[in-house]
């Protein structure tokens, strides 16, 4: 069998089993499809006409082939292939978003770019709702990696449901680590810290700025305050 690919992306060169990957023959689709439906923004619509060349399936995941049990959650784990075109530097994460709202299924895009120096590069992205409280409608984000070479850019198979193999998933794209034990727990400290790194850089200038004492004392107050807190979660 001939596998789907994405720029020289397979399933195979992603680590992932051969009995998960989509045939060559079924795996393009239409761009077409992800509009037809569902409603998009004229700049989303505009990202996936001249920033995505091809949408490419490279992977199906499923209790069948994985050997994983059925979960609760998480019917099936796609993993799609986003070429991206021509002078497109950046994975189109409103593009990401509106074809992962669109099925219950987890999904992990491979996005594809040709660097002029650095050669075939892959970024991983997933949509996932952000940490909230039970009962409140869900907040969602799209994370994605740093491009990395195609031929380092490996998946790992983790977890024994497809609702932990997804999750683990998203660990490795969020986190960097296929662990996805209190996920979303380590997600929230892990935003928490990025905001107080730029919280303390600003508060660094706004403190060194200061002429005014009483400016300049509430600047430092409030820098103490946060280098705290990063401390805190840093050493958790």
Same mark, same amino acid.
């Given at each position: 069998?001939?596998?789907?690919? $994405?720029?020289?992306?397979? +399933?195979?060169?992603?680590?992932?089993?051969? %009995? $998960? +990957?989509?045939?060559?023959?079924?795996?393009? /689709?239409?761009?077409?499809?992800?509009?037809?439906?569902?409603?998009?923004?004229?700049? #989303?619509?505009?990202? /996936?006409?001249? &920033?995505?060349?091809? !949408?490419?399936?490279?992977?199906?995941?499923?209790?069948?082939?994985?050997?994983?049990?059925?979960?609760?959650? !998480?019917?099936?784990?796609?993993?799609?292939?986003? @070429?991206?075109?021509?002078?497109?530097?950046?994975? =189109?994460?409103?593009?990401?978003?509106?074809?992962?709202?669109?099925?219950? %299924?987890?999904?992990?895009?491979? $996005?594809?770019?040709?660097? =002029?120096?650095?050669?075939?590069?892959?970024?991983?992205?997933?949509?996932?709702?952000?940490?909230?409280?039970?009962?409140?409608?869900?907040?969602?984000?799209?994370?994605?990696?740093?491009?990395?070479?195609?031929? &380092?850019?490996? /998946?790992?198979?983790?977890?024994?449901?497809? &609702?932990?193999?997804?999750? %683990?998933? $998203?660990? *490795?794209?969020?986190?960097?680590?296929?662990?996805?034990?209190?996920? &979303? @727990?380590? !997600?929230?400290?892990?935003?928490? !810290? #990025?905001? /107080?790194?730029?919280?303390?850089?600003?508060?660094?200038?706004?403190?060194?700025?200061?002429?005014?004492? *009483?400016?300049?004392? *509430?600047?430092?107050?409030?820098?103490?305050?946060?280098?705290?807190?990063?401390?805190?979660?840093?050493?958790?």
């Amino acid at each position: 069998m001939t596998m789907a690919t $994405c720029g020289t992306v397979t +399933a195979l060169t992603l680590g992932l089993p051969a %009995s $998960c +990957a989509v045939p060559e023959a079924k795996g393009a /689709l239409p761009k077409g499809v992800f509009v037809a439906k569902a409603p998009a923004s004229a700049k #989303t619509k505009q990202h /996936l006409a001249h &920033d995505v060349a091809r !949408i490419v399936m490279l992977a199906l995941l499923r209790p069948a082939n994985t050997g994983l049990e059925a979960g609760t959650r !998480i019917p099936e784990v796609l993993v799609m292939g986003l @070429e991206l075109a021509d002078g497109t530097h950046e994975a =189109p994460q409103d593009v990401v978003g509106l074809i992962a709202a669109q099925r219950k %299924s987890g999904m992990l895009f491979a $996005c594809t770019r040709t660097h =002029p120096d650095l050669g075939d590069q892959v970024a991983f992205a997933v949509r996932r709702a952000l940490p909230g409280r039970a009962g409140h409608t869900p907040t969602y984000h799209v994370y994605v990696t740093d491009w990395q070479p195609a031929a &380092d850019a490996h /998946l790992t198979i983790a977890g024994t449901t497809m &609702d932990a193999l997804f999750d %683990s998933l $998203c660990s *490795q794209v969020i986190l960097g680590t296929p662990d996805a034990e209190n996920l &979303d @727990e380590r !997600i929230a400290r892990a935003q928490r !810290i #990025t905001q /107080l790194e730029a919280d303390i850089a600003k508060l660094t200038a706004d403190h060194q700025r200061a002429k005014n004492p *009483q400016v300049r004392n *509430q600047a430092y107050a409030k820098l103490h305050k946060a280098k705290q807190e990063l401390e805190a979660l840093q050493s958790a």
